[in-house]
């Protein structure tokens, strides 16, 4: 009997001893479990989540153990793709001038570098839009397109004022025109692609982005470099960066559109952030001109003229004898005989203060309102004032 009794509870109280550090170890991995598997659910979805956005994760181990997580990303966008597809339309443009060596035999050099615009290729013939600077001078021009082709180009025509050329081109090997949209509708702050040459052929299909920071802006021209503006240009400002080899390169909007034709002839160069393009809507009249007929023939009077604000304002009265109710206008000195300023009479020193009504306060006044307002062969009215008299006569605009 006691031996029995001393058996039965020895295994009873080794049960005992194991049976409460079990219970611990259930409840302890119950709550590590309650606490991890949360975590580990979280994780799951969040690589899932990368996975399925077309993302991919790289873990780095630090020499300290911790974790680095790269994360490469698909930039594949509506704006990448437009960019892609415009690119191929914009060219390089190289002025290529003679000049004689040493034994008077002559040789070409690379006078400069610019970029430019296909907008038409039709029956085996490309035509180009660019900057008249760019072009300026080229006794030969060359077109390199995107895939480093180089086409040798014949200069159409090309206008001052405008700042535009056209180029024609052999168009075999083009495979991509701009589709050309329209100024009239651009706001300010929606974005602006500008995509050129900056600084050369090396850098050629440079993209810069930023936004239309201003439209209808006038900025003053002077073509002779005396310090005196003879036009005043309108156009788009925006501050995608525009460099030199700029010149000539598209301008779009976010569609792939072009709206306006970059210049850096009218950019401020000693300012940042501002940059200058023709309007797409005021350069297509010129575009199909100069395709047309090679030239753009403008409204012609027949006077060297100069703006009164030039003139001290003692020679107002001493000299030209004007009355104190005159606050602007242009003088007239010199006149080119049988033009149409001197058959309708006019003489050297008359002042001109009106066009068919509309006020001239100086010589841009008067440029916009013949070039923009005006045609060949239309009769003008023009008030002048001849040593104090006011006058008028009518002018029938001819051409240079």
């Known amino acids: 009997m006691g031996y029995y009794d001393q058996n039965y509870r020895r295994p009873h109280k080794q049960r ?21 598997m949360p975590e580990l659910f979280r994780t799951d979805r969040d690589t899932a989540s990368l996975e399925d956005n077309g993302t991919e994760e790289e873990a780095n181990t630090n020499d300290d153990g911790s974790m680095n997580q790269v994360v490469e990303v698909d930039v ?20 290529i001038q003679q000049r004689n060596d040493f034994w008077e035999q002559q040789d070409g050099f690379e006078a400069g570098t610019g970029s430019g615009v296909i907008y038409k290729n039709e029956n085996g013939t490309a035509f180009v839009v660019t900057n ?38 052999d168009g075999s090997q083009v495979d991509k025109i701009i589709e050309v949209g329209s100024s009239a509708n651009i706001k300010v702050g929606e974005p602006a692609i500008a995509i ?27 073509f002779n470099q005396d310090g005196r503006s003879d036009w005043q240009a309108e156009v788009i400002q ?29 950019n401020q160069e000693a ?17 199909e001109e100069l395709e047309a007929t090679g030239e753009v023939i403008r409204p012609y009077l027949g006077v ?9 304002h003692t020679e107002w009265r001493s000299t030209l004898n004007l009355p104190s109710e005159v606050e602007g206008g242009v003088y007239v000195w010199n006149i080119e005989p049988l033009s149409p300023a001197d058959t309708a009479g006019i ?10 009504g509309e006020q001239v306060m100086n010589m841009i006044d008067l440029r916009k309102i013949l070039y923009q307002e005006k045609n060949i062969g239309d009769d003008v009215e023009i008030t002048y004032y001849r040593n104090g008299e006011k006058s008028t006569t009518t002018i029938t605009l001819g051409t240079q």
């Open 16 to 36: 005992g001893r194991w049976l409460i550090p079990l219970i611990m170890g259930i409840v302890i991995g119950g709550l590590l479990v309650f606490i991890v």
């Open 76 to 95: 594949t966008t509506q704006l990448t793709e437009i960019i892609e597809e415009v690119t191929p339309s914009v060219v390089g443009i190289t002025n």
């Open 132 to 169: 008249h600077h760019v072009i300026e001078g080229a006794d030969t021009v060359e077109v390199v397109l995107s895939n480093d082709t180089h086409i040798e180009a014949e200069i159409v025509g090309s206008d001052l004022f405008s700042d535009l050329a056209v180029l024609r081109m």
């Open 196 to 222: 050129g040459n900056p600084l050369g052929l090396y850098l050629s299909s440079t993209v810069t982005q930023g936004v239309i920071s201003g439209t209808e802006r006038t900025i003053p021209q002077d």
């Open 238 to 266: 925006t501050d995608a960066a525009i460099n030199p080899g700029n010149s000539g390169g598209a301008l779009i909007n976010i569609y792939g559109q072009l709206v306006g034709i970059n210049s850096m002839k009218i």
């Open 271 to 287: 300012v940042e952030g501002i940059g200058f393009a023709i309007p797409i809507d005021s350069a297509i009249p010129i575009i």
């Open 304 to 312: 060297e003229i100069y703006s009164l604000d030039e003139v001290p």
């Open 347 to 356: 003489e050297r020193l008359d002042v001109i203060t009106e066009l068919d």
